[in-house]
């Protein structure tokens, strides 16, 4: 049976830098299925960052921050952020994180499929009535 809980303390976790950021970040995909694309667990030192970038239209994200705190890109609006904050990456966002704070920021990135609706109206095509969510 596929584990179901996840903690940071027991996950093992790939160093890397992501999507052209400032040094490196620790993640660890922790699940994957049909419905949701993707959840990882993500560990940010101080002055590292997840580099600004832009998904497909094809699915979007949901960061929820859990320690620390940080500065986020979304478009080309800039906002802090900190434990409790959850934010919404759509399909076609553009969005990154940086840690300005003097401890290591941590979230969870949950990666689910675009909504047809949405990805949609972000591409700038009509989708067929029946994909709608």
Known sequence: MPERLHRFAEAEFKWECAHGGIETIAFARVLGS??????????????????????????????????????????????EVGAGDVAH????????????GERELRLVVVGVPACPVRSAAASGTVPDAAEAC
């Open 34 to 79: 049909m419905a949701i694309n993707w959840v990882d667990l993500v560990r940010i030192p101080p002055g590292n960052s997840i580099g600004c970038h832009t998904h497909g239209h094809e699915d979007e994200e949901v960061y929820i921050v859990i320690d620390g705190k940080g500065i986020l890109t979304m478009e080309e609006r800039q906002v």
């Open 89 to 100: 990456n759509p399909p076609g966002g553009r969005h990154g994180l940086y840690n300005h």
